[in-house]
């Protein structure tokens, strides 16, 4: 059984950054995607960064040039970088395979971007 337990997030003001780190446990977190979701309030959960086995990343539009997606396969982590966060970045933070799996959904992590 795989767990996903996520980290990092916080209060933060507008222009700040953020570090979110995904740690996998079980054997499958080498061989599969790994995506970062949010959910904002009174919003459908969005796919935001995703990451495939070999590196090569891809960026929903809102936050490309601003967030950055990571992974080391050896520690069986994924990160996320997020740069220049702007108060409609305020979600709590998931990572997931890619495309998600309904079992692997973990409690997230709170990102508030406020002065």
């Known amino acids: 059984q795989v767990q996903l337990v996520e980290s990092g997030g916080g209060l933060v003001q507008p222009g700040g950054s953020l570090r979110l780190s995904c740690a996998a446990s079980g054997s499958i977190f080498s061989i599969y995607t790994m995506g970062w979701y949010r959910r904002a309030p009174g919003k459908e959960r969005e796919l935001v960064a995703a990451?495939?086995?070999?590196?090569?990343?891809t960026y929903v539009d809102s936050v490309k040039g601003r967030f950055t997606v990571s992974r080391d396969n050896a520690k069986n982590t994924v990160y996320l970088q997020m740069n220049s966060l702007k108060p409609e970045d305020t979600a709590v933070y998931y990572c997931?395979?890619?495309?998600?799996?309904?079992?692997?959904w973990g409690q997230g992590t709170q990102v508030t971007v406020s002065s």
């Open positions: 990451i495939t086995t070999g590196g090569r990343t």
């Open positions: 997931n395979l890619s495309p998600a799996r309904l079992a692997f």
